[in-house]
């Protein structure tokens, strides 16, 4: 498994895309960043923050990660290298496994900028506000922003970024049996896009119904897991984490019930 | 004990891959049926079938990428999933298209499918490059290679880990004429000097003919028949297929008169003679001068592609 992990981490380094994902990502973080200090300020409309919620972590995160999958799980089928793998000897599993793995690194990577950003953002002590639509790395960076920076702050800045970086790996865990199954990148992106706009929607349903909350909790797209700042609490940390590995757990034994005995075509 | 297990052992070598009545269904519809065969160790299989024959789905069921609905395999002696799963280490396979990822070089190709095999030598990318006649393609990515040079890339990936059963489907698509002949050369070496069994399908017979060292026709789904070299040499041997009220006398001229040995007497009693094709009449005008009537005195023998149409049903099925 490690051989397969390391082959798909050597070919990710040496992706076009994957640089091209990642300066996309940069520039977005830093677009939403310099909103975030704009708009406390008054140099620019809040109502504006709408629109820059485009480029904003959560939303990036919903259309590149699924990107990611495609390219890297869908793009194996037309190379013919998971082809190439289960011919020379790798179980299913293993296969299922280590593409997540890379997967997850994939996605890590292009958050990366929207964690280090947020990070120089709050150390500089300015004042950062996105208003009602800050999720993710930007809720973060509004709720956090004047903090007074020290070496527990910065790792308890670390814990959050992890954290919040894990509930997003869960997220899009789902994207590990479409991409397995439908093979078809656009319908990836466009299924998981979609998906995520689905739960966004259930807001209200959420609201209205305890059960049902009590329920999607149990999800990555529930709860709270995306407003996790350094003012959680450690059960706040726990729950996210628990949530978010069984939720990927589950997805991989989605996974491989459906890939166990499928056709490679 | 010991010896039993010993003897069982080398029997178990006898053979790299066993086919038990492996049948394959698509929605009903069955794509393999019983296919039994067994690839023995240092042979070159040539897999011959119509497009649709079901060569590649054999193909893929051995490799692991599709089940078969009935029968097993066994590869090494070893049978069950997971023990063919191990086995298939010992496999290397280039089945419909190589396994390539266009944005990166011939040599990144390389290391990536090393990586994967968990080979720590890094010379053997040099090495395999040199052998498929890559060494000189420098940065120039995957997705810019000609089809020939990405069926060369897919036989050296094929080639890493130095397998024991190689599997080819069409590799020789795409090469030109001068690439057929360094890929021929390249797998007749590797048989002979590694002792890899290979099996290699192509369209190509006469191509295919001048490589296999056994043959495999397969005909919707079925495996019509076996045969090695020597047996499809002694079938296509061109000669004089004759007839004759007195086969004994016919035997006696040819020996004493026309002063050759060089025939074979069929069990249906006709004569096969190998000699005298470009002189026939002299051999008429011998057996008229001795009373023989000849019932039939024609000239027999095949290429593989009309040995392959004749096996599969003639022409109609072609």
Redesign the interface.
Same mark, same amino acid.
């Given at each position: 498994m490690l051989n397969l992990i390391q082959a798909d981490l050597y070919k990710m380094s040496k992706s076009f895309a994957i640089k091209i994902l990642f300066v996309v990502t940069t520039l977005c973080a830093l677009a939403v960043a310099t909103m975030a200090y704009l708009i406390p300020q008054g140099q620019i409309d809040p109502k504006m923050a709408e629109t820059f919620f485009l480029f904003s972590d959560v939303n990036m995160i919903s259309i590149l990660g699924a990107a990611i999958a495609s390219i890297f799980i869908c793009g194996d089928f037309d190379n013919k290298t998971i082809h190439d793998a289960i011919a020379s000897g790798c179980s299913r599993g293993t296969v299922i496994f280590s593409k997540t793995i890379v997967f997850f690194c994939g996605l890590g990577f292009i958050l990366l900028p929207y964690a280090i950003i947020t990070g120089i953002a709050l150390s500089s002590g300015s004042k950062f506000d996105m208003g009602s639509v800050a999720v993710g790395f930007l809720n973060m960076l509004t709720k956090e922003s004047g903090i007074v920076f020290s070496a527990s702050v910065l790792l308890k800045m670390i814990a959050v970024a992890l954290t919040l970086m894990l509930v997003y790996m869960a997220q899009l865990s789902i994207c590990v049996p479409l991409a397995l199954v439908l093979k078809k990148p656009v319908l990836v992106v466009v299924i998981y896009y979609g998906f995520t706009l689905l739960c966004a929607s259930f807001t209200g349903l959420r609201s209205s119904s305890e059960v049902f909350d009590k329920i999607f909790s149990l999800t990555p797209y529930g709860g709270n897991y995306m407003f996790i700042t350094m003012s959680s609490g450690a059960g706040d940390f726990i729950k996210a984490i628990a949530v978010s590995l069984v939720f990927i757990t589950v997805m991989l034994a989605v996974t491989y019930s459906i890939f166990r005995k499928s056709e490679i075509k | 004990m010991n010896v039993i297990l010993e003897r069982a052992g080398e029997k178990m070598k006898d053979y790299v891959l066993k086919t038990n009545n492996l049948t394959k269904s698509y929605h009903g519809v069955k794509v393999l049926e019983d296919v039994s065969v067994t690839l023995e160790a240092g042979k070159i299989y040539g897999l011959i079938g119509q497009n649709g024959a079901g060569k590649t789905t054999f193909m893929r069921i051995v490799?692991?990428?599709?089940?078969p609905t009935e029968g097993s395999a066994e590869l090494f002696g070893k049978k069950g999933d997971k023990n063919l799963? =191990?086995?298939?280490?010992?496999?290397g396979?280039m089945?419909? =298209?190589?396994?390539?990822?266009?944005?990166?070089t011939a040599q990144?190709n390389l290391? =990536?499918?090393r990586?994967?095999?968990?080979i720590p030598s890094k010379t053997i990318e040099n090495e395999l490059l040199e052998l498929v006649g890559l060494s000189n393609t420098g940065k120039k990515k995957a997705k810019n290679f000609s089809l020939g040079m990405k069926q060369r890339l897919g036989i050296a990936?094929a080639l890493l880990?130095e397998p024991e059963l190689l599997i080819l489907d069409e590799p020789i698509n795409g090469l030109d004429p001068l690439g057929v002949v360094e890929i021929r050369n390249l797998l007749i070496k590797l048989c002979e000097e590694r002792q890899i069994t290979i099996l290699i399908s192509s369209h190509n017979l006469p191509e295919l003919y001048h490589v296999a060292t056994n043959y495999l026709i397969i005909h919707k789904g079925s495996i019509k028949k076996s045969i090695t070299l020597a047996e499809l040499d002694e079938s296509c041997k061109h000669h004089i297929l004759i007839g004759c009220d007195q086969p004994e006398k016919l035997v006696s001229v040819l020996e004493m008169q026309l002063g050759t040995t060089n025939y074979k007497v069929m069990p249906n009693k006709t004569v096969k003679l190998y000699d005298f094709l470009d002189d026939k009449e002299l051999v008429a005008r011998a057996f008229a001068d001795n009373g023989i009537v000849v019932t039939n005195f024609s000239i027999e023998g095949d290429t593989l592609e009309n040995y392959f149409i004749s096996v599969i049903g003639g022409d109609q099925n072609a």
């Open positions: - | 490799a692991g990428l599709t089940f799963q =191990y086995e298939r280490k010992r496999l396979c089945i419909e =298209y190589p396994s390539l990822i266009p944005y990166m990144e290391t =990536y499918h990586v994967i095999r968990g990936i880990g």
